[in-house]
């Protein structure tokens, strides 16, 4: 019979034994096989909290944060997750239930009604609060925890919720009521350990308006119009992050930067040092110019720094405008030998980016380097996009390289098309560290449709792995999932 045709109540515990039997990417793929697979898995997934398994290693998902613009659609799937756990009943003071109460809070004293109206607010606030430590958010805390979290808490996360909804006429009232915003002195800004610091969360969304309005708590910047240099340094940081062009020029024009002119004094000076690390991140090269012009001439600034390693950096960030502002400087899309475990090719591939990765191409970037496991096929066959492993394909002088080797990868993930495109174009499986690593992993992760591929292309299920791994192997992202546990050392 098939599977849909059972009653609901035997559908609903198969598809609780597919999540909870098979590692979390496997379900991923399974997932995307129809819709009616993709309701039911997600059903299964939410209902039997399979995300608050995934923090701490190997999958770290309390970083996710960090890799929001290579994985977007990751992202926004975990935070529909935690939209419905923030919607079920919880403790008032617990993180996921002071998540809720301040959304309520909000959407109620606008006069919004309904549960939509409740999940968009929620889905928003907890954009924010995945930017921080995203852990918190699964942690189920102690009894002695709830009790302490005082009135003053759950206003401040109400307060710092505000300012990232851009609810200008709320905050207008809060300041007139006397709450000061804004870090001066010994005074802190208002705080949320949801949320984080309510300027903080101003200078993320890039709310220009929101940014001018919490600066109106400082004296000096309300009687001078200059910007204190932490408050610049805060606009500064985000803007660039996140692409605020607006907030980003606001900073730079309401303080004027005085730096040192000697060589030693540079060398020691803390804006100096502020100002290189920001460079790294800025998207749009007028304000990077900018930045650069006040550190020194270009000649200067990059024997600071290889020039390569911005490319590499805005690549990884899927930055285009700043890739072709350097491919068109002379920047090389190259290291110079083997000095980075990322090329900028690579990071446009883990990016997904596919016009950087034209771009690069086109610009002589090398797929052959840097040395594995760091190689541009394997990261492109793991990213799993057919078009960009074609791309790269017609550039690699030997297919088999690789630890593991591309096609052991296409195994592991399943991906048939893949593993095919790879063979056409000469891929070997007569090879221990080939076809051998791929029986091998196919076995271990229990993919049974890949040990039938291999069989088909001549292998037995009972082809031994010989290989003798490099040294280190354990630091790097395959080992966890792509070397046979009985080789482990």
């Known amino acids: 019979m098939p599977l849909f045709e059972l009653p609901p109540e035997l559908v609903e515990p198969i598809f609780d034994y597919i999540v909870k039997s098979r590692s979390f990417e496997r379900v991923m793929r399974i997932r995307i096989v129809s819709r009616r697979f993709k309701t039911c898995i997600d059903s299964s997934i939410f209902r039997l909290d399979l995300f608050s398994q995934l923090v701490g290693p190997p999958y770290r998902l309390e970083d996710i944060g960090w890799g929001v613009h290579r994985r977007p659609a990751f992202f926004s799937y975990v935070r529909s997750y935690i939209t419905y756990k923030v919607l079920q009943e919880h403790p008032i003071t617990s993180p996921l239930g002071r ?4 959304a309520q809070a909000l959407y109620e004293r606008d006069g919004d009604v309904g549960n939509e109206a409740l999940s968009a607010c929620v889905g928003s606030l907890l954009t924010l609060a995945m930017n921080r430590h995203l852990g918190e958010l699964f942690r189920e805390p102690e009894p002695d925890e709830l009790e302490k979290c005082s009135d003053e808490a759950l206003k401040a996360d109400i307060y710092v919720a505000a300012v990232w909804l851009g609810k200008l006429s709320y905050v207008e ?3 007139a009521d006397g709450v000061e915003f804004c870090t001066v002195g010994r005074r802190n800004d208002v705080h949320s350990s949801i949320f984080g610091h309510a300027f903080r969360a101003a200078a993320i969304k890039g709310n220009l308006d929101m940014i001018k309005l919490l600066l109106s708590c400082i004296p000096e910047y309300r009687d001078t119009g200059v910007l204190p240099a932490p408050q610049q340094h805060n606009i500064l940081s985000y803007a660039s992050m996140h692409g605020h062009e607006a907030a980003f020029d606001f900073a730079m024009d309401s303080r004027p930067l005085n730096l040192p002119q000697t060589e030693a004094e540079r060398e020691i000076d803390q804006e100096v040092y502020y100002h290189k690390q920001t460079v790294d991140m800025i998207p749009f090269p007028k304000g990077y110019e900018q930045v650069v012009a006040l550190l020194g001439p270009d000649r200067e600034f990059f024997e600071w720094k290889c020039p390569t390693s911005f490319l590499n950096r805005n690549s990884y960030l899927g930055n285009e405008e700043m890739v072709r502002y350097f491919l ?5 899309p190259n290291y110079p030998g083997d000095t980075s475990r990322f090329s900028p090719l690579s990071s446009s591939i883990l990016c997904g980016n596919e016009t950087i990765i034209k771009l690069l191409l086109e610009a002589g970037a090398d797929p052959n380097v840097p040395p594995p496991p760091y190689l541009a096929l394997s990261h492109a066959v793991w990213k799993g996009s057919a078009s960009v492993v074609k791309m790269v394909l017609d550039r690699v002088t030997d297919i088999n390289v690789g630890y593991p080797p591309p096609i052991v990868i296409a195994v592991f993930k399943e991906r048939i098309d893949l593993f095919q495109l790879l063979r056409e ?3 070997r499986l007569d090879t221990p560290e080939t076809g051998g690593w791929a029986m ?3 076995k271990m992760h229990g993919l049974s449709s890949m040990v039938d591929v291999l069989v088909r292309e001549g292998l037995s299920p009972d082809d031994v792995f010989h290989w ?5 192997t354990d ?13 482990r050392v």
Not at 468 to 472: D, G, K, M, Q, T
């Open 440 to 442: 091998a992993v196919a």
């Open 99 to 102: 998540v809720r109460a301040a």
């Open 328 to 332: 068109n400087k002379g920047v090389p």
């Open 468 to 472: 003798s791994a490099p040294s280190s």
């Open 173 to 175: 009232s809060l300041i």
């Open 475 to 487: 630091t790097h992202w395959w080992y966890y999932y792509l070397w046979p546990r009985q080789y």
């Open 425 to 427: 174009h000469g891929a």
